[in-house]
């Protein structure tokens, strides 16, 4: 046998050694794990699910296997993707708060304008209690059927854009007419700013730029322009960073809790580690994406604290509406502040002793 012939055999022999090592491992797997994603592989969703299913399968030495559906692969929306992880037909469901809301009302306590202030202080409230807090709530509410694991990030920070002028104060959103999902919070936010509120599907958000249905909408810098907005006119963005975009991983609760101790132990590490990369993707995409936009002609504005703080004193009315019309929202309201002011007091005494 020639040294070519015995390479390309050796070769193929690693080959099928590791595809029978691979479906070995598939076949073995003592819980088989069907997640699901309705985004895309350039989304902050997949890279988690990605750093998920690594950690799982190789810290449980194969008893966990996971299988990824990237798209609308097993259900499309919200609604119908909660209940099928209530179901079980559904192992692991990514949803936005928006996208949950029809089920857990209160989820939407992370539209809430202007309560966490940076990064930092989002993603330590988001690793604690509170998210332990809407856990407990979204337990009880779904008859121990649905189980949130943790709240990470997809596409960074809610800012406001729009197609007409520069906003730098509240007076300047004054009759744009914005952008936003068919929900009552997200309306009452835009309509205490002033402007007027216009539900458009996403799908048709570029068109009603163009035609000037809408001019404006609340959005973070990669879906501006993953989506080509600027090219539909949107040219002015204010980095008010109103609210954190954070998204919520679900398991049902079954497939959970019929794991052994040390195996759930594995899945809440990899939701930990799956966190931490959502955290991190949104920071790393936003640096190009806000490049271009400046690069195109963009209008790219950050207010000063003072400018912020008029923001905030401007939307305040937001957060008696909500504790007073959303099922269970002063309870997470009260979780949610309570979190933030005790991490802000960590940062600022770390601060302290950096800077020191």
Not at 132 to 151: F, N, P, Q, Y
Not at 243 to 266: C, H, I, T
Not at 273 to 296: C, D
């Amino acid at each position: 046998m020639k040294y070519r012939e015995f390479l390309n055999l050796k070769k193929l022999s690693a080959a099928a050694v590791g595809a029978c090592l691979f479906a070995g491992s598939a076949i073995a797997a003592d819980f088989n794990i069907r997640a699901t994603a309705n985004s895309n592989e350039n989304d902050e969703d997949y890279d988690g699910l990605v750093v998920f299913k690594n950690y799982v399968e190789a810290a449980s030495n194969g008893k966990i296997g996971v299988e990824l559906f990237i798209g609308t692969q097993l259900c499309s929306k919200g609604a119908e993707c909660l209940q099928g992880v209530a179901d079980g037909t559904i192992d692991i469901y990514i949803s936005t708060s928006g996208g949950a809301a029809g089920a857990f009302p209160y989820v939407q306590v992370l539209d809430l304008p202007y309560l966490m202030a940076s990064d930092r202080v989002a993603e330590a409230v988001l690793e604690g209690d509170f998210t332990r807090k809407v856990r407990e709530m979204a337990l009880v509410d779904s008859g121990d059927k649905i189980r949130l694991m943790t709240i990470g990030n997809t596409g960074g920070w809610r800012n406001f854009a729009n197609t007409k002028r520069r906003v730098q104060n509240p007076s300047d959103m004054e009759g744009l007419k914005i952008r936003t999902v068919v929900a009552d919070l997200p309306q009452e936010l835009v309509k205490a700013l002033g402007a007027s509120p216009t539900p458009i599907p996403w799908p048709e958000l570029f068109t009603s730029f163009q035609t000037g249905v809408v001019e404006g909408s609340k959005n973070g810098i990669t879906d501006i322009m993953g989506m080509k907005f600027p090219d539909a006119g949107l040219k002015y963005v204010t980095l008010d960073g109103h609210a954190y975009m954070g998204a919520l991983w679900w398991m049902n609760n079954d497939k959970f809790k019929s794991m052994p101790e040390e195996l759930r132990q594995v899945v809440v590490d990899g939701f930990s580690a799956l966190q931490q990369a959502t955290f991190a993707s949104p920071k790393r995409k936003s640096i190009e994406a806000y490049e271009n936009f400046v690069a195109g002609g963009g209008d790219l504005y950050v207010p000063t604290p003072e400018e912020k703080a008029a923001f905030k004193d401007a939307a305040a009315p937001v957060y008696d509406w909500f504790k007073a019309n959303v099922k269970g929202g002063e309870a997470v309201f009260d979780s949610l502040t309570s979190e933030v002011a005790k991490a802000e007091a960590a940062i600022k005494d770390a601060n302290m002793k950096d800077l020191n």
